[in-house]
């Protein structure tokens, strides 16, 4: 198994600025992935990142807005950028190991 | 990936069997079944995966039609700390460029003590 930790667990942010959240994994997985969960509502998936290649994103998701950092095969930074209100959610870093996929904590962030 | 359909929600009795389920009627053969709960506030959990067989773990049964186009997970003996957002997915094999998760809307179990 894999245990994943995120910093920071959560944050209240104002409009307009960046946050940038990491995501540590205690074993080296060539798969990361981050997600977001809007409230009351089901995990969206943003990005995937492997390292050593740049991170591929989903539909409706660009790299301006969240720009992906995959340095290392334990850690992986999600920044969200230029944040609105529309940006308050939960964001979960996950990594495959084996059959299955294992998620952090999340982080919560507030956008004011 | 096959799109997954579940009720949104589901009461069990404590202590009873919770039996959840899931359509999946433009599933592919080379497509797993897959199931993961989200307890409130937390990440989700891996539960229990299968293809073709039923499978049963620690944590559940999942039982998969003979046709595979729907699938009921099993919880045996329901408690207070299993209520959570139970999601069903899909997917092609368990390596490669189609690991990613998609994630449905899910059923949301309560458990009445």
């Known amino acids: 198994s894999a245990v994943i930790s995120q910093k920071p667990s959560r944050d209240i942010c104002q409009r307009g600025t960046s946050l940038t959240i990491q995501c540590q994994v205690d074993s080296q997985v060539t798969m990361m992935f981050w997600y977001r969960q809007q409230p009351g509502q089901s995990l969206t998936l943003i990005a995937t990142?492997?390292?050593?290649?740049?991170?591929?994103?989903e539909s409706g998701f660009v790299i301006d807005k969240f720009p992906i950092s995959r340095p290392n095969l334990t850690f992986s930074t999600l920044t969200v950028s230029n944040m609105s209100p529309e940006d308050s959610s939960i964001y979960l870093c996950?990594?495959?190991?084996?059959?299955?996929?294992?998620f952090g904590p999340g982080t919560r962030l507030t956008v004011t | 990936d096959a799109k997954t359909t579940q009720p949104p929600s589901m009461d069990c009795a404590e202590g009873r069997a919770a039996n959840l389920p899931c359509n999946h009627s433009?599933?592919?053969?080379?497509?797993?079944v897959y199931w993961y709960r989200q307890i409130h506030s937390q990440g989700p959990q891996y539960i229990i995966h299968g293809l073709k067989n039923n499978e049963t773990n620690e944590m559940a049964s999942l039982i998969i039609t003979e046709d595979r186009k729907s699938s009921t997970l099993i919880l045996p003996h329901a408690t207070l700390r299993d209520t959570a957002v139970y999601y069903c997915?899909?997917?092609?094999?368990?390596?490669?460029?189609?690991?990613?998760?998609?994630f449905g809307t899910g059923t949301l179990l309560a458990v009445q003590p």
């Open positions: 433009t599933i592919s053969g080379n497509e797993y």
């Open positions: 990142a492997n390292q050593g290649s740049e991170a591929t994103y």
């Open positions: 997915i899909v997917r092609v094999g368990t390596s490669g460029a189609t690991n990613k998760l998609i």
């Open positions: 996950s990594v495959k190991g084996g059959t299955e996929q294992y």
